[in-house]
């Protein structure tokens, strides 16, 4: 993909955060001090993705396996998520970044469902990059909820069930595809993440732990995916030719 091309369209990518607990752990320091440096990680992505042709960022943030986890760290957790979102939330709502939290809400409190729902509601009119946060998300119960809500219906299509996925996800209709997925802290698999949106996305896998990963390695990984040639099944594109079509979900 020409690197001017991939600029004026914009494009989806996906982070799988991980490594904040070990990264702490190399410290010698709690793993919670792993997830507070994880949030800086993400404020230096958020301001870095718009540069470089960022228009739509997924960030997996807690699995529906996490609650898994002791209690004390799922609760430092979910105070963190709430903290920073009502933080954040004039810095986005200032430089244009629109804030949608994907997953399931009804296992999350109270107060962390008001903090989503004020945040999404003050800068809903960003243009610039929208960000979406995975909290209690898993893509294979997604699926199985998207394929209830659908049952009886007829003729289905991608578009269709895309729209019924976003809607068991409480995520906006239109996202597009993933283009790009990272994951970092040196593990190679999806981990039920955007499982059905991946479909065709080019995976970087980085040893470097999120929390120190920085605006730099974000660079690094779209002049990878910049790098790659995208043929979704066909023969490529030749040089004369149009763009490729790009794949949207719902």
């Not at 799988?16 to 990264?23: K, L």
């Not at 919670?32 to 997996?60: F, M, S």
């Not at 690094?220 to 979704?232: D, L, Q």
Request: proline share 5%.
């Amino acid at each position: 993909m020409l690197e001017e091309e991939r600029r004026h369209r914009g494009f989806h990518v996906a982070i799988i955060m991980d490594g904040n607990g070990r990264w702490a752990r190399r410290r010698l320091r709690p793993r919670g001090v792993g997830h507070v440096a994880g949030a800086d990680a993400v404020r230096r992505t958020v301001e870095a993705a718009p540069g470089l042709g960022i228009t739509t960022l997924t960030l997996y943030a807690f699995s529906a396996d996490n609650w898994r986890r002791p209690p004390s760290e799922v609760d430092h957790l979910m105070r963190l998520f709430q903290s920073h979102l009502r933080s954040e939330c004039s810095q986005c709502v200032k430089t244009g970044v629109r804030l949608s939290v994907i997953g399931r809400r009804d296992r999350l409190s109270a107060e962390l469902r008001a903090a989503i729902e004020g945040v999404e509601s003050r800068t809903s009119g960003g243009g610039r990059l929208h960000l979406r946060i995975a909290i209690d998300y898993s893509a294979r119960d997604a699926l199985v909820a998207a394929a209830a809500s659908l049952r009886g219906r007829a003729p289905l299509s991608r578009d269709l069930f895309g729209a019924a996925l976003a809607q068991a996800v409480n995520a906006p209709p239109g996202t597009p595809d993933v283009d790009l997925l990272i994951r970092t802290g040196g593990e190679q698999r999806l981990s039920d993440f955007l499982l059905w949106e991946s479909a065709y996305a080019e995976l970087v896998f980085t040893d470097r732990a999120w929390p120190a990963f920085t605006a730099d390695d974000l660079e690094s990984a779209t002049r990878k995916f910049s790098a790659r040639e995208r043929r979704f099944g066909g023969l490529g594109r030749r040089p004369e030719g149009p763009a490729t079509n790009h794949p949207r979900n719902g």
